[in-house]
């Protein structure tokens, strides 16, 4: 008998059911492996991911840890630092619970943050340029009544973070004491050479006040940094009124700085610019104009003109001008002047940049200041580092004018 050889046999799967099962089991396990894939990738990023929102979006931040905020002491004397320990981030063990399941979002979630954190120039980075712009360190000082006496006790006891405000890098600081409205009569500390973070602890009296008039008082504090050439450059103030305070004994306190309200702040801007040739070994800063200078005169207005100077390790190496722009509180000037700096010797020089008022009958008076170097404030400091990237370019930029 015959039989057709192609015929399947009874009970034989034929080729069709062979090679759909065939593609079943391929598709099956490529769906297995990209899903172990992807719960392994999860739960390695996973962690990461999380601590990367917590940086990105909470208010809780390494950004907010990392501000220095001042705190105020307890009248037993001792410090209670609430701050969390540097370094350190609290542990939360629900994080493992809930941890989120397996998905292609969460994954391109998780790289998206990871490229947040690690990116140049974010958003991190600016707010604390921003802080650090505004930050002109804190007081720590104590005071208190004796009532026996009639005495009013104030103590000085150190600062911490000032200012720079020498070309050097460094200050020369010392506070002085008011009694306001009472300005005639001040008392003043030490000057403490070369000293961001000054230890005082000096004491003073003010003998012979009676309490009702103490309490209609304000105590007043201005710090400021010696400069045995010229006029002192203040660094910030604290006020305090005494009828806030419980002066039944000593009460200690941490105060930010505030800048002082002596003028100082509003004594105008100067837009200048800057341009680095490396293979001349030279320095171009062009004064190009200045807007709304501080009146130094009787009749409300000035007589600007600007000087530059060349330092070199604290040491006065050239001095250039420009003309005198008879009363004039927004001058245009547009001079440029050429300085000689060998590459080695770049990151020790500043640039000191004075703005005067001239004056014939007596000694002219200084407007305002600038110093650019590498380690002047935030300001100065982009405005040198900008000039350095920006090799043979003009890199212009406005700056406010410092007491």
């Known amino acids: 008998m015959y039989r057709d050889p192609e015929a399947a046999s009874p009970g034989a799967p034929s080729r069709d059911v062979l090679l759909v099962s065939a593609i079943i089991t391929v598709s099956l396990s490529v769906t297995v492996v990209l899903c172990g894939l992807c719960h392994?990738?999860?739960?390695?990023?996973?962690?990461?991911?999380?601590?990367?929102?917590?940086?990105?979006?909470?208010?809780?931040?390494?950004?907010?840890?990392?501000?220095?905020?001042?705190?105020?002491?307890?009248?037993?004397?001792?410090?209670?630092?609430?701050a969390p320990v540097p370094g350190q981030t609290p542990h939360d063990e629900s994080d493992r619970r809930t941890e989120p399941r397996s998905s292609v979002s969460d994954l391109v979630n998780s790289l998206t943050s990871e490229m947040l954190m690690l990116s140049p120039g974010s958003e991190e980075d600016e707010a604390h340029e921003g802080c650090s712009r505004e930050n002109l360190g804190r007081i720590q000082f104590s005071v208190g009544y004796n009532f026996q006496?009639?005495?009013?006790?104030?103590?000085?006891?150190?600062?911490?973070?000032?200012?720079a405000k020498d070309f050097s890098g460094?200050?020369?600081?010392?506070?002085k004491i008011y009694l306001l409205p009472d300005k005639k009569h001040k008392l003043e500390t030490k000057v403490k050479r070369k000293n961001l973070n000054p230890h005082w602890n000096e004491t003073f009296l003010f003998e012979g006040f009676p309490y009702e008039k103490v309490v209609q008082r304000i105590l007043y504090l201005q710090v400021l940094d010696y400069d045995r050439f010229s006029r002192n450059d203040p660094i910030g103030e604290v006020s305090i009124p005494l009828n806030k305070v419980d002066l039944t004994q000593m009460q200690t306190f941490w105060k930010?700085?505030?800048?002082?309200?002596?003028?100082?702040?509003?004594?105008?801007?100067?837009?200048?610019?800057?341009?680095?040739?490396?293979s001349a070994n030279s320095i171009i800063v062009n004064i190009i104009k200045a807007r709304n200078l501080k009146a130094m005169d009787i009749g409300g207005t000035s007589d600007p003109?600007?000087?530059?100077?060349?330092?070199?390790k604290d040491k006065r190496v050239e001095k250039k001008k420009t003309v005198t722009m008879k009363r004039n509180l927004n001058p245009i000037f547009n001079e440029s002047f050429t300085f000689d700096i060998p590459t080695e010797k770049?990151?020790?020089t500043t640039i000191i940049?004075?703005?005067?008022?001239?004056?014939?009958?007596?000694?002219?008076?200084?407007?305002?200041?600038?110093?650019?170097?590498?380690?002047?404030?935030?300001?100065?400091?982009?405005?040198?580092?900008?000039?350095?990237?920006?090799?043979?370019?003009?890199?212009?930029?406005?700056?406010?004018?410092?007491?």
């Open 40 to 82: 392994w990738c999860q739960r390695k990023l996973g962690k990461r991911y999380k601590n990367s929102l917590e940086t990105v979006g909470t208010p809780d931040s390494g950004r907010g840890r990392s501000e220095k905020k001042a705190i105020k002491l307890p009248a037993g004397g001792k410090a209670v630092n609430t």
């Open 149 to 163: 006496e009639s005495t009013l006790t104030v103590k000085i006891m150190k600062a911490q973070e000032l200012p």
């Open 170 to 175: 460094t200050s020369d600081p010392f506070v």
């Open 256 to 278: 930010d700085l505030k800048p002082c309200s002596d003028g100082s702040g509003s004594r105008g801007e100067l837009l200048l610019s800057l341009c680095y040739n490396p």
């Open 305 to 312: 003109y600007v000087k530059v100077w060349l330092m070199y």
């Open 346 to 348: 770049l990151r020790e």
């Open 353 to 403: 940049i004075t703005v005067m008022d001239k004056d014939k009958l007596s000694r002219n008076d200084v407007i305002g200041k600038i110093y650019l170097s590498w380690k002047s404030g935030p300001g100065e400091v982009k405005h040198w580092k900008d000039m350095i990237a920006r090799p043979r370019q003009p890199v212009a930029q406005w700056h406010q004018l410092k007491a």
